[in-house]
């Protein structure tokens, strides 16, 4: 090995470990100019009702209609 | 006419005029429509997005349907001076009522702590992103003011004449009028006056029905979120009718908890509504432009 082949394999260790140290930071720290973001969870989609008629039932009905309120 | 069963309550629907297919068929839609949104926004169902956003330890994004519910109920905190208040979920807990109501399925032997009173102000909303985060304690319960939103939302899928009606909260559209019998709180089977409304909405509120035994102790549903407790006022009901049923079941709400003299003074301040107030010494007072057919 001569020492010119010997300094550019140093100097692809030192880029290397360089690199690897970037990425390694990028991944557990942002950077520090940047606001942090905090991703909101999405509330599970509601299950809605299944899509089959509801069941309803006919009633007899008042000439007038008279409705009762009350609490409920 | 035609009925089903929602949120705890018997649903009726009727168009008088439609054939009777087509009376069916739209009666269907708004029972799909009343068990969407029960599924959607019940607190008494795991599954639903309102127990998850209860659950909720850190932010969460909500549907569009949730978010504006939480806008609207924002506005009647305002417009009733926090009377009105969604977030006493943990309140109706601790009063017993953590299940649906059935009469007698709540009673038990020892209460519970009261908690912290809550308030929907504690609730963060970024409308943008429809981003919510709850505050500690709250625990948000829409109630009756979801049932009137509801009925008001299946009689706009309606043609006039209809009527929409569950269990008291009703919306009562074109024709002639409708008559509403306003029950007897103490006498069920009793009408105590009865009243032409039309295009207008109804209902009553009142501590009559969802009772039920903490030890030695008779608890009801209607939280004044002013102490956090069961609240003690001096009207045994009020039946409010309103432009619809959400705003007729919000105010009869306030108005059983400002009581008699308060609500009264509240009701003289906003003249589009009419009131049928029974004190628990059955004094009955109308309050408003009301039609009595029958007294």
Same mark, same amino acid.
């Given at each position: 090995?001569?020492?010119?082949?010997?300094?550019?394999?140093?100097?692809?260790?030192?880029?290397?470990?360089?690199?690897?140290?970037?990425?390694?930071?990028?991944?557990?720290?942002?950077?520090?100019?940047?606001?942090?973001?905090?991703?909101?969870?999405?509330?599970?989609?509601?299950?809605?009702?299944?899509?089959?008629?509801?069941?309803?039932?006919?009633?007899?009905?008042?000439?007038?209609?008279?409705?009762?309120?009350?609490?409920? | 006419?035609? =009925?089903?069963?929602?949120?705890? =309550?018997?649903?009726?629907?009727?168009?008088?005029?439609?054939?009777?297919?087509?009376?069916?068929?739209?009666?269907?839609?708004?029972?799909?429509?009343?068990?969407?949104?029960?599924?959607?926004?019940?607190?008494?169902?795991?599954?639903?997005?309102?127990?998850?956003?209860?659950?909720?330890?850190? *932010?969460?994004?909500?549907?569009?349907?949730?978010?504006?519910?939480?806008?609207?109920?924002?506005?009647?905190?305002?417009?009733?001076?926090?009377?009105?208040? *969604?977030?006493?979920?943990?309140?109706?807990?601790?009063?017993?009522?953590?299940?649906?109501?059935?009469?007698?399925?709540?009673?038990?032997?020892?209460?519970?702590?009261?908690?912290? *009173?809550?308030?929907?102000?504690?609730?963060?909303?970024?409308?943008? =992103?429809?981003?919510?985060?709850?505050?500690?304690?709250?625990?948000?319960?829409?109630?009756?003011?979801?049932?009137?939103?509801?009925?008001?939302?299946?009689?706009?899928?309606?043609?006039?004449?209809?009527?929409?009606?569950?269990?008291?909260?009703?919306?009562?559209?074109?024709?002639?009028?409708?008559?509403?019998?306003?029950?007897?709180?103490?006498?069920?089977?009793?009408?105590?006056?009865?009243?032409? &409304?039309?295009?207008?909405?109804?209902? =009553?509120?009142?501590?009559?029905?969802?009772?039920?035994? &903490?030890?030695?102790?008779? &608890?009801?549903?209607?939280?004044?979120?002013?102490?956090?407790?069961?609240?003690?006022?001096?009207?045994?009901?009020?039946?409010?009718?309103?432009?619809?049923?959400?705003?007729?079941?919000?105010?009869?709400?306030?108005?059983?908890?400002?009581?008699?003299?308060?609500?009264?003074?509240?009701?003289?301040?906003?003249?589009?509504?009419?009131? &049928?107030?029974?004190?628990?010494?059955?004094?009955?007072?109308?309050?408003?432009?009301?039609?009595?057919?029958?007294?």
């Amino acid at each position: 090995m001569t020492m010119t082949s010997a300094r550019e394999w140093r100097l692809w260790i030192v880029a290397a470990i360089a690199g690897a140290y970037t990425l390694a930071w990028s991944q557990i720290a942002p950077p520090s100019a940047a606001p942090r973001r905090v991703t909101a969870a999405v509330a599970p989609a509601p299950r809605v009702a299944p899509r089959v008629a509801p069941t309803v039932r006919r009633v007899p009905a008042s000439h007038p209609i008279r409705i009762r309120t009350r609490s409920s | 006419m035609w =009925t089903f069963r929602a949120m705890n =309550t018997e649903v009726v629907v009727a168009t008088p005029g439609l054939p009777d297919a087509d009376e069916r068929d739209l009666a269907v839609q708004v029972a799909r429509r009343f068990a969407e949104t029960e599924q959607r926004f019940s607190r008494f169902r795991a599954d639903s997005e309102l127990s998850a956003l209860n659950r909720a330890e850190a *932010p969460i994004v909500v549907s569009p349907e949730l978010a504006e519910l939480l806008r609207v109920a924002r506005g009647h905190v305002a417009d009733t001076g926090g009377l009105f208040e *969604p977030a006493i979920g943990a309140a109706l807990s601790a009063a017993g009522y953590d299940r649906s109501f059935a009469p007698g399925a709540l009673d038990r032997a020892t209460p519970r702590a009261w908690p912290r *009173p809550a308030r929907l102000a504690d609730v963060a909303i970024d409308e943008p =992103t429809r981003r919510v985060t709850r505050g500690a304690g709250v625990q948000l319960d829409f109630g009756g003011f979801l049932k009137g939103r509801t009925v008001d939302q299946a009689s706009a899928m309606l043609p006039a004449p209809s009527v929409v009606d569950a269990g008291g909260d009703a919306m009562l559209r074109g024709g002639e009028g409708w008559i509403v019998d306003v029950e007897d709180p103490f006498d069920p089977a009793a009408t105590l006056v009865s009243l032409r &409304v039309r295009d207008r909405g109804v209902a =009553t509120s009142a501590a009559n029905r969802r009772r039920w035994r &903490v030890g030695d102790e008779d &608890v009801h549903h209607l939280i004044d979120p002013r102490t956090g407790a069961a609240s003690r006022s001096d009207l045994a009901q009020v039946t409010v009718i309103a432009e619809s049923a959400e705003r007729a079941d919000v105010t009869a709400k306030v108005v059983f908890l400002l009581g008699a003299a308060d609500g009264a003074r509240y009701l003289e301040q906003h003249r589009e509504l009419a009131a &049928v107030l029974v004190t628990r010494e059955r004094r009955v007072q109308l309050i408003g432009n009301l039609e009595v057919i029958d007294a």
